[in-house]
């Protein structure tokens, strides 16, 4: 399944979420696509992103780390239905959304938490989606820069 739609679906699964662990749950769903995602750009990406790709794959990873592993069937983990990256303009602008929206959740879980454990997963987690999307913003920077570049070439060419 393309990137794009992945997002889609997790956007609206933790938008549905109605509780904690829920949250949680779909926060790893999240760090894994992203994870997914970040591979995917690192290995056939536009050679200019491929450092940073790696760098968002390293935080997403460290996002999933972080908080308990949920019990999912390998049919409903996003992470592994990715199959195409498509426009990776789109999909990178659709994760650092996602990543944006993560983190605005697990702050409010860590302001609800009963729990020290749930707290500082929460504040780890959020700490990872903002580094993340750090890493996002910086590979649209570079997309950006690069369309800049072609547009020049065109330009002096014609």
Known sequence: MEAVRLIVTSRRALEESEDGPRVMTEAWQAYALAQAIGSRLAVSGPPELRGEALGLTE????GCGVLDTP???????RAAQLTDLGDA???LIDLGTLLVE?????????????????YWQCMEAIDAADESGDRVREMLRRLAAREGEVRERYKAAG
């Open 89 to 91: 303009h789109r999909a």
């Open 102 to 118: 993560l983190g605005m959740v697990l702050v409010a879980v860590a302001s609800a938490a009963d729990d020290e454990g749930t």
């Open 71 to 77: 019990s999912i069937d390998v049919a409903d983990l």
């Open 59 to 62: 935080l997403a990873g460290r």
